[in-house]
């Protein structure tokens, strides 16, 4: 079971849902240097103690996290912030 699940509705252009989900990994591997790939539509992220992805749909965008142990502690602000990227990106 993922530690942070978030999944948000949208209606942007598949390429456009796309070049947002990227500026939202901008930011989360700026703020806790976390590193990224893209594999078709899905976009996966690692670093020490976390690991997960942001899938991108047509009509969603589902984010899911699996912390380490070290990283529970972390879980609320982590979330904080995906969910004020996402906010920004898709609002």
């Known amino acids: 079971m993922p530690s942070i699940e978030i999944k948000r509705p949208h209606s ?5 849902a796309k070049k947002k989900v990227q500026r939202v990994a901008d930011h989360i591997a700026e703020k806790f240097d976390v590193t990224y790939r893209w594999e078709g539509n899905t976009l996966h992220f690692q670093r020490s103690g976390v690991d997960g992805y942001i899938m991108v749909t047509s009509k969603l965008v589902h984010v899911t996290a699996n912390l380490g142990f070290l ?9 904080r912030e995906i969910h004020r990227y996402l906010d920004e990106e898709f609002s």
């Open 12 to 16: 942007r252009p598949m390429a456009e």
């Open 71 to 79: 990283l529970m502690a972390l879980r609320g602000p982590v979330e």
